[in-house]
């Protein structure tokens, strides 16, 4: 019985140091997949070396660990191994990581923004940022491809959604602002998974407050320079005119790739080409690597801060149908990698992958190459550590 007693003891023990390292001050693997479980009807939260407490009454969560005084990549925050917990397990976060409120001491950040009111055709972006996240699962913490290894040079989080308005787009583009505004000032750098295509506007009004006006390098099947739509300035149709007319972007540091399909008019077009925008066409991409296109790209944008806004459809939909405006003859997915790839050494000051929608999306493969190309723009943040 002795023996028994001592056997459950070490058992109970090594558990603890599992889901409670505070002494450590590291997140042991149980603990950090359990980002947040639903006990009853409290909230328990355990904090950076402190023992759980009671803090609300519908969640246990666990916050993001903060950065210890040791050395190597246990300084950071890690996606999850499924070598060690298994995928289905935990809370559904960007890639596994683990949930923390604010911006506050983060390199980058994984943010929601669950809005589709600017749509213009088929709805179901708002749910987006959750099927991208349950995608997010099969994404690893290293790229073979680049060597390059996020989590080993900057603290990363998921720190959930905006809280939009559903029934008040103008409100939500405020809330939107409002929200990026709090990000951007801590010096880190959002990475948004959308949620239709307005959602850049209200992000690049924050970031060019902090920023001036930014370099974009912007992935799409449409130009979204459109000016109006049943009266309407604001929608997925409009944001870089939107942006132009504030001043946000530096024009002639902006580069639209993939743009194809049919138009109403053409003053999209004109648009673009008077304001000096660089257009790719769909067309111009056909059959051939993008490697060279990106070398002439980052010449363009030199050192000065630069956004990338990707919008899915600007793939072809063959690779990627769950979209809610879908054009044919797009972008590959190996296309889509080199661009990404392609914006190493820009002074990336954010990111955003929008259009995706779930309910046309059967296999999952929009959603999960959403995710890819995520990850692909946090390896290419700027120090982002690359193993040679």
Known sequence: ??????????????????????RSGTQGPLAASFLSC??????????NRKPLELVGNTLLKLRAPSRSNGSGPGRFNAPLSATEIARPSGICTM??????????????????????????????ARFGPRHIRGESSMVRRYNNSTRAAPFESLMVADIGDVNVNLYDLKDSCRRIREAYQKIVR??????????????????????????????????????????????????????????????LLDCKRVVQIGIRGSSYTSDPYDFCREQGFRMVLAEDCWFKSLVPLMAEIRLQMGDKPVYISFDIDGIDPSFAPGTGTPEVA????????????????????????????????????????AANLLFEMLCVLPNVKIYE
Do not use: W
């Not at 009111?117 to 088929?122: H, K, L």
């Not at 948004?192 to 902090?210: M, S």
């Not at 990698?337 to 059967?362: K, M, S, T, W």
């Open 38 to 47: 639903r006990v009853g009807v409290r909230t328990y939260r355990p904090f």
């Open 95 to 124: 890639m596994r990581l683990p949930y923390q409120e604010t911006a506050e001491g983060l390199g980058a950040a994984f943010i929601g923004v669950p809005l589709d009111t600017g749509t213009s055709n088929r709805p179901g």
């Open 186 to 247: 801590t010096g880190c750098v959002p990475l948004t998974l959308g949620g239709d295509h307005t959602i850049t506007y209200p992000i690049l009004q924050a970031v060019a407050e902090k920023y001036g006006p930014v370099g974009l390098v912007h992935i799409d099947a449409h130009t979204d320079t459109g000016d109006t739509a049943l009266g309407e300035k604001i929608y997925h149709g409009t944001p870089f005119r939107r942006c132009v007319d504030e001043g």
């Open 330 to 369: 797009g972008l590959t997915t190996g296309q889509a990698l080199e661009i990404i790839r392609g914006c190493r050494g820009l002074n990336i000051v954010g990111c955003d992958l929008v259009e995706v929608a779930p309910i046309y999306d059967q296999s999952g493969n929009t959603a999960l190459t």
């Open 1 to 22: 019985m002795a023996a028994l007693r001592s056997s459950v003891f070490r058992a109970g023990s090594q558990l603890y140091k599992q889901l409670c390292p505070f």
